[in-house]
């Protein structure tokens, strides 16, 4: 059974909507990020421990996971060539291009384990690429 609690946008020109309580039949959301397309289909990304997922709605009451395949991982690469790795990345959102309407950045929460095993957290912005023939964004 699905639960979708959503927020009119603002300004109606707007393609954001705010969701929460969103469950699928394969897997618990948390922290779902909810968009409607031009086409006027919504998707959704969201995390599940340390799994980032992908799913879609032509009403936006019945969704359907795209795959299993990571929308985002834990291991971010960064300048030089190194890659940091994440204990957590949560909260997914998604910054759109004015003029195109395509993802430009992602936004997370997102945490490390230092050397010294202290816990620090911070907010993480990655360009978004897309990959063409499924709107995934790496």
């Not at 639960?3 to 705010?18: A, E």
């Not at 834990?74 to 195109?100: I, M, N, Q, W, Y």
């Not at 950045?105 to 050397?115: P, Y």
Request: net charge negative; charged share 15%.
């Amino acid at each position: 059974h699905t639960h979708t609690h959503t927020v009119p946008p603002r300004d109606q020109r707007s393609q954001f909507l705010t969701n929460v309580n969103v469950g699928l039949a394969c897997s618990t959301t948390q922290d779902p990020f909810i968009w409607q397309q031009p086409d006027g289909t919504m998707h959704m990304i969201y995390h599940n421990g340390p799994g980032s997922y992908h799913a879609f709605s032509a009403d936006g009451s019945t969704w359907t996971e795209h795959d299993h395949l990571p929308m985002f991982s834990t291991d971010v690469a960064v300048g030089g060539g190194a890659t940091l790795t994440l204990k957590r990345r949560e909260r997914p959102e998604l910054v759109f291009d004015p003029t195109s309407g395509a993802p430009v950045l992602l936004l997370n929460g997102a945490s490390v384990d230092d050397s010294a095993g202290v816990y620090r957290a911070f907010s993480l912005v990655q360009h978004v690429r897309d990959n063409g023939s499924t709107g995934r964004s790496t």
